[in-house]
């Protein structure tokens, strides 16, 4: 029988009947006991494996409660080519680098490039598809948005695609045609997500699973012992298990199946011991804030990255991303399904609409424990987080905004007032949601440490704090990539704390993120990662 | 632009590929310094080439120099040894870490600044040195890897320039240009240039500056030039920060000490690198109350018409 028992450091259980304990027993994979060294002891056999930890700090492993790593290795990984605004500061220099990839291209090569940004590329001008042509008149070429919502295409990327001006739009999706119906280079939203793939299984197997292993890595090296797949489609089934069957530390891993299947079916799939399981669905009401695909009561602010970057019209206030009629259709017949919604929303028109439809839903169909999400929640208002906790919807806020975007989405997008409010995590808790916090990884790199420090100071990259009154406390922000996001999940009951009877998912870390200072918890470093009792990294 | 409460150390950070030039550019620092105390933290002491009679002492992961300056080793825990210095009664005028050879310079940039959110040190300087020879050479990954990690550098050294041949030099020159427009391009031979650029300009209590000849050629490279000016009168706090985004403009570093109205006689110290600037309190008070700027820019864009004229504007 396999055993291990933790001491001489501090544990933090962050849920539980446990006092301040300073020690854990687990057996086979899981956590039998929690408190003082000699407690402990006792409820062990005489020869388990000690793990000193030596003044440091045993956490329950973070939960990320919203990312896509299968999605991430695709978007990110080689060979696609970085061009963040972090790496390639300007559009001219993006430009440059595009020039570059192609003058190095094998004749047909597919090529791919992640992180075109509106509002942080300086001299950003959205690319034509005759800009890119003349550029890459050979290769299929397509240039993907930071937000992940949109791609720009040349000629040859439109034509392995199979869009063309016969093409209808489909459901969900924008392609933006010339006047004679031609696609004119932009497409975005579920159509995006399509073309992709073509670009993906051109370049084969061995590189996904490549990159899947270093995206695995990542998130474990962080201390991230479970996350979701969002947006999970059937055929990601085989990458997963082919990862469990190698031996991968892959975390646990909740799936949110895409609402785009024609026949609404959702796979039912519980892999191993609570390691890869169906959780849910995901839906997109709307898009990203980011390219003016989000709907609001109040328009975006005008200026020259709203009206000439981004292309809005004045007084722009934007839509759902499918029709409203069509959105309800899918919502019921999932809920009536029984599985648990998770319903990607932006702005506040969005959650008006979401939030109306739910209440009709749960009053024809009530179910007392349905913990239907919000995800990422960018403009939630006051009276809707109020009506939210009524309901019992929760939110999943994506705070890394503020830290990533924080500068443009005040000055040039929404204006202080609203950006004093985005992403309102305060709010929530003071109304008593139990929420939860993420990366929403690709879009931003995985780590909860990130997160809670995001969530508890609110600053943008250039130090301005959006919004004070909103930012959480230590105890709330760590429950929040722990305990409160396995309750979202639906998996409270053997995750998210150091209590007996859960899984033994650890993370060492070589500070204590509730007593440090807001501004210091990222420095803190993952020192270990537990898995189900198994040591999966080491610093 | 951020004021500080209080004079911080400042940290220049040096990276490179291996061979492109960082250990010669860190032995120029060592035996120019003057008589600053400069404490250079290297990957290996062995790639040190130190004069002999320069050394004070010497053992297995420090050297202490006579001029004052002190050499380690770069251990696991920068921020500690840094604190070290930090506390120390005889503290550093600049910290200098060179990357290592083969790690992205951007992990030590964003270690550094958590480290200035404490508020002890500033970040004053990223420099990359890209080896001109061999930078045509690199395949597409390498080549990329230079350029993306230029691009977040400051000051980007073209190092071996006399080994390229002037075709050459001339489209990496557009390679940058295009690819790295925040970072200044400096071409060099053996990391040869002007301490001033890497340090900064000291500011002289006793007034070297000669406001009848602002702009003079700056010794050790040509190709860089320097101007200054001084001023009894008190600075508007709004203006000078309209004047700073001029010279940010326009020149690569600046530094003065500024007295502004409705403040009390304790001046504040202004450092700028390439478009950073930050505005801090200085350690003692000044009696004379004399205003100076010193700013450092190339030849070609450093424009002395123009800068008077919006001095004057400032002082209007």
Redesign the interface.
């Known amino acids: 029988m396999r055993e291990t028992l933790f001491h001489g450091g501090t544990v933090i259980p962050v849920d539980g009947p446990s006092q301040n304990p300073d020690a854990v027993a687990v057996r086979e994979g899981r956590i039998i006991s929690v408190g003082s060294l000699p407690e402990v002891e006792e409820s062990l056999g005489t020869k388990p494996v000690r793990i000193d930890l030596s003044g440091t700090f045993l956490l329950p492993g973070f939960i990320d409660a919203h990312s896509h790593p299968l999605w991430a290795a695709k978007t990110r990984g080689a060979p696609v080519?970085?061009i963040r605004a972090e790496?390639?500061?300007?559009h001219?220099?993006v430009w440059?680098?595009i020039e570059?990839?192609v003058a190095?291209a094998r004749p047909g090569e597919h090529l791919l490039f992640f992180g075109l940004d509106a509002q942080l590329h300086d001299g950003f001008k959205a690319p034509t598809r005759e800009q890119i042509d003349e550029i890459a008149p050979d290769n299929p070429l397509g240039i993907q948005t930071s937000n992940c919502h949109a791609l720009y295409l040349n000629s040859a990327g439109f034509a392995v695609c199979g869009i063309d001006e016969n093409t209808e739009t489909p459901v969900g999706s924008i392609i933006e045609r010339q006047s004679c119906g031609r696609p004119s280079g932009k497409i975005a939203e579920a159509i995006t997500w399509q073309a992709l793939e073509v670009f993906y299984e051109a370049w084969g197997d061995d590189r996904l699973n490549d990159e899947f292993k270093a995206t695995i890595d990542e998130f474990i090296r962080q201390g991230i012992t479970t996350t979701t797949e969002h947006l999970y489609l059937p055929f990601y089934k085989a990458y997963y298990l082919s990862a469990i069957g190698r031996g991968w530390p892959l975390p646990r891993i909740a799936a949110y199946q895409q609402a785009v299947t024609p026949d609404m079916q959702v796979e039912l799939m519980n892999v191993g011991d609570d390691r890869l399981w169906m959780a849910g669905v995901k839906i997109h009401a709307d898009g990203s804030p980011f390219i003016g695909n989000i709907w609001l009561t109040e328009p975006y602010l005008e200026n020259e990255v709203t009206l000439e970057r981004m292309d809005l019209r004045a007084g722009h206030t934007g839509s759902p991303n499918y029709p409203q009629v069509y959105f309800e259709e899918m919502v019921r017949n999932y809920v009536s399904q029984g599985w648990q919604m998770t319903i990607h929303t932006q702005g506040d028109r969005t959650i008006d609409m979401v939030l109306d439809l739910l209440e009709e839903v749960l009053a024809d169909f009530p179910r007392p424990d349905h913990r239907f999400r919000l995800e990422h929640c960018a403009l939630m208002r006051d009276d809707q987080i109020e009506r939210a906790v009524k309901l019992g919807v929760l939110s999943s806020f994506f705070i890394n905004h503020i830290t990533h975007w924080g500068a443009p989405i005040e000055d040039v997008l929404f204006g202080p007032k609203r950006a004093a409010h985005y992403v309102p995590a305060g709010s929530a808790v003071k109304q008593g949601m139990r929420i939860s916090l993420h990366a929403d990884t690709p879009m931003t790199d995985p780590s909860c440490l990130h997160l809670m420090q995001a969530a508890m100071t609110r600053k943008a990259g250039d130090?301005r704090c959006l919004g004070p009154e909103q930012c959480l406390d230590a105890e709330t922000a760590l429950r929040a990539v722990t305990i409160d996001a396995a309750y979202q999940i639906g998996k409270e009951g053997v995750l998210g704390s150091i209590s007996p009877g859960k899984h033994a998912d650890f993370v060492v870390l070589s500070g204590n993120p509730l007593s440090v200072q807001p501004?210091?918890i990222?420095?803190i470093k993952v020192l270990q990662t537990w898995l189900g009792g198994e040591r999966v990294y080491h610093a | 632009m951020?004021d500080q409460a209080q004079s911080r150390i400042p940290i220049v950070t040096i990276g490179g590929f291996l061979g492109s030039g960082k250990t010669t550019l860190i032995n120029h620092v060592l035996r120019q310094t003057d008589d600053q105390r400069i404490v250079v933290f290297v990957n290996d002491f062995g790639a040190i080439n130190i004069d002999y009679d320069l050394i004070e002492t010497a053992d297995t992961n420090r050297i202490s120099l006579k001029n004052g300056c002190v050499c380690c080793t770069l251990n696991d825990d920068l921020i500690s040894s840094l604190k070290l210095f930090m506390d120390d009664t005889d503290r550093p005028d600049a910290f200098v870490i060179e990357a290592s050879g083969i790690a992205d310079p951007r992990a030590l940039d964003r270690?550094i600044a958590?480290l200035e959110?404490t508020g002890s040190v500033r970040f004053d300087n990223r420099i990359y040195i890209v080896d001109a020879d061999q930078f045509l050479n690199a395949g597409?990954e390498d080549?990329?890897t230079i350029?993306?990690h230029a691009?977040?550098a400051d000051l980007v050294l073209l190092n071996k320039q006399d080994l390229a041949a002037a075709a050459d030099l001339q489209s990496l020159e557009a390679?940058f240009a295009?690819?790295?427009?925040?970072s200044t391009v400096l071409h060099t031979c053996h990391c040869r240039c002007s301490l001033e650029l890497i340090l900064g300009q000291r500011l002289s209590s006793n007034r070297v500056f000669k406001t009848e000849n602002p702009v003079e050629p700056l010794s050790g490279h040509h190709g860089f030039v320097s101007w200054s000016r001084e001023t009894k009168r008190k600075l508007d706090r709004s203006k000078f920060e309209q004047f700073v985004k001029y010279l940010a403009a326009t020149s690569y570093r600046a530094k003065g000490r500024i007295f502004f109205q409705n403040q009390t006689n304790q001046p504040r110290i202004f450092s700028m690198v390439g478009r950073r600037a930050v505005l801090e309190m200085a350690r003692n008070d000044d009696a004379e109350q004399i205003s100076q700027i010193v700013a450092i820019g190339k030849a070609n864009s450093l424009d002395k018409t123009r800068l008077e004229s919006w001095f004057e504007e400032m002082l209007r």
């Open positions: 080519v970085d790496t390639v500061p300007t001219e220099a440059r680098k570059r990839r190095a130090g501004d210091e990222s420095k | 951020p270690s958590l959110q597409f080549a990329e350029i993306d691009a977040a390679v295009g690819s790295a427009p925040n």
